[in-house]
């Protein structure tokens, strides 16, 4: 049988010490990924290469060329660093720099998925990272969350697991949330507003993409390496938060679509649309309240509730402006129902 996809992404502070990578904690990394090999195919998503790197730039500042550059100093030496703490355990790894455009192009993508499934099949576990050095800055990926998210949804992933310098999500008495069913609003507000010296994202970027990865019917769990096993015990649902997939069935096409594609506008919709999309209809320029980011006819753009709450993606058949101008016209057709996918 084939076996599942797990996807493990690994941000800075928990893989970095003082500007260093800490050998340690790669080192149980190797050790647990070893242990899974055989029952799972694994995508490490690991940051790290600017917190590696920078230490070589003098004055470093984190202006974005300082950024580019920390990265290029960085990435062969953390990608050297897991070389060196898998091979005791007869496992190589491939370096893949992925860039936005990689998962917005579904052709793009499915060489992607070509090539992991190669690797796979000979035991080499592929190490995924931004390629900083020439990601068009608009075009970047929020951060490494956002990464292993599409990735994993795009693969069918079974489990995506997110180690962080937290064990996890915490209540507002300190306490680790053991289990969220839902990621709702409430869940979203326990999110802390501060992220680490070294890392882009935080508590909030873990949970608004775990609240992605489970509407498309993938485990997640928020977890610390500082945890014994925290790879194996995150896997069994033994620490850390586990976010309880949603059950929903969506083709391969609607999980590119609502995950990997290239997202470029927003509009915010009235109650009359939120409920007609519920039952599968199109969206009809009558339901548009606003339109919050432009975008042109053929891209792909986010609906959003009245209150802001961002619940489907759809496929554009016209662009930002006619909308405007149609607006009160009751049979103008945004998007199809088939091109919409509710989150």
């Known amino acids: 049988m084939k076996k599942p996809v797990l996807v493990i992404k690994f941000g800075s502070a928990s893989i970095t010490s003082n500007g260093e990578i800490d050998e340690r904690i790669v080192l149980e990394i190797a050790r647990q990924c070893a242990a899974l090999q055989p029952d799972y195919n694994i995508v490490l998503v690991s940051s790290g290469a600017v917190a590696a790197g920078k230490k070589f730039i003098p004055k470093y500042t984190g202006t974005l060329s300082q950024k580019k550059a920390a990265a290029a100093i960085g990435n062969p030496m953390l990608v050297r660093t897991y070389s060196t703490y898998f091979k005791p355990f007869k496992i190589a790894l491939a370096q893949s720099l992925c860039e936005r455009h990689h998962f917005s192009n579904r052709g793009q993508f499915l060489q992607l998925k070509n090539t992991y499934e190669t690797l796979w099949k000979n035991n080499v576990i592929p190490i995924a990272n931004e ?145 007609a999309l519920g039952k599968r209809k199109s969206l009809l320029a009558v339901g548009v309240s606003k339109v919050v980011e432009g975008f042109e006819a053929g891209e792909v753009f986010q609906i959003a509730d009245e209150d802001a709450i961002v619940y489907a993606v759809a496929k554009s058949k016209i662009d930002s402006n006619a909308i405007l101008e149609a607006k009160g016209k009751k049979n103008v057709e945004i998007a199809h129902a088939d091109d919409i996918v509710l989150l």
């Open 131 to 275: 390629n900083d050095v020439v990601s068009n800055k608009e075009l970047k990926f929020s951060d490494n969350d956002e990464l292993a998210t599409l990735i994993a949804a795009g693969f069918g992933a079974q489990q995506l697991l997110f180690s962080t310098s937290v064990p996890g999500v915490f209540d507002a008495k300190g306490q680790v949330i053991p289990q969220l069913d839902v990621i709702d609003k409430q869940a979203l507000s326990l999110a802390m507003k501060e992220k680490s010296t070294v890392g882009l994202g935080g508590m909030t970027s873990k949970l608004n993409f775990a609240r992605l990865a489970t509407q498309m019917g993938i485990r997640t769990v928020i977890f610390s390496m500082a945890t014994e096993d925290g790879i194996l015990k995150a896997v069994k649902g033994e620490t850390g938060t586990v976010c309880l997939p949603q059950q929903k069935k969506l083709s391969s096409r609607n999980k590119w679509l609502a995950s990997g594609s290239l997202i470029t506008g927003l509009l915010q919709v009235d109650k009359g649309a939120v409920a």
